[in-house]
Each structure stands twice: as structure tokens, then as C-alpha cells.
């Protein structure tokens, strides 16, 4: 069972910057798997969950959505079990609740992803 810890967000301005941080870890002790796939999503108000971004095990697979492509980088410290969500230049649509997920499969869907973190406010003023 994996369990993961979100930490940053907040309120800023826009184009500001904002760095969410997920540390994993497992429930059970033993070491947590770098082989897990870890995913950030976002929902905004009103609208459904839907992924930001997507890194694969060795940090050389990335994916964004295109929304966010050029302004967020998504990485990873193995080393530390943790991913990262660098978010620059935000505008007011990318207000809404991040959260952090991992997976053993490189999916952007939602339902493929077990794990989840709990989830962390980020509200852009306009």
C-alpha cells in the first residue's frame, strides 16, 4: 500500500510560480518502488479530475497536457521517493485541488492510478 504525501500550493498571483511536492512512501515500511509511473492531476472547480502531467519510472518518459506545456516541468528525485510539480507563469484557469498519483502502468487515465495523495488547493489570482 502506497501512501502519498503532498506538500505546496497556495495562492498567487498571476504569473507567478508555485512548486507542489508528493512524497511517497510505503504504508507497510518496506521500500517504496521507483518503478511506480507518477502522475499529477488537477480539478477545477465544477469540472472533473483530469491529468496535468505524467513522468515514467527513470524520469525519461514525460508527458504534459497541452494546456500547461512550456509553463509546468514535472520530476523526480528517486532518490528521495518524491515527485515534483514546478508551475510557472500560472494563469487563473489553473486554479483548482492537485493531487499526486502513482501507478505501475504509463497511463493518463484516471482510473489506472491506485495511489493517491490528498490533494493540495492552488488558486491563481487574476
Known amino acids: 500500500q502506497v501512501q502519498l504525501l503532498q506538500s505546496g500550493g497556495g495562492l498567487v498571483q498571476a504569473g507567478g510560480s508555485l512548486r507542489l511536492s508528493c512524497a511517497a512512501s510505503?504504508?507497510?515500511?518496506?521500500?517504496?518502488?521507483?518503478?511506480?509511473?507518477m502522475g499529477w492531476f488537477r480539478q477545477a472547480p465544477g469540472k472533473e479530475r483530469e491529468i496535468i502531467a505524467r513522468?515514467?519510472?527513470?524520469?525519461?518518459?514525460?508527458d504534459y497536457r497541452d494546456s500547461v506545456k512550456g509553463r509546468f516541468t514535472i520530476s523526480r528525485d528517486n532518490a528521495k521517493n518524491t515527485v515534483y510539480l514546478q508551475m510557472n507563469s500560472l494563469k487563473s484557469e489553473d486554479t483548482g485541488v492537485y493531487y499526486c498519483?502513482?501507478?505501475?502502468?504509463?497511463?493518463?487515465?484516471?482510473?489506472?492510478?491506485?495511489?493517491w495523495g490528498q490533494g493540495t488547493q492552488v488558486t491563481v489570482s487574476s
Open positions: 498519483a502513482a501507478t505501475t502502468t504509463y497511463s493518463s487515465l484516471k482510473r489506472d492510478y491506485p495511489y
Open positions: 510505503e504504508v507497510s515500511g518496506r521500500t517504496f518502488s521507483s518503478s511506480y509511473v
Open positions: 513522468i515514467g519510472p527513470s524520469g525519461t518518459n514525460i
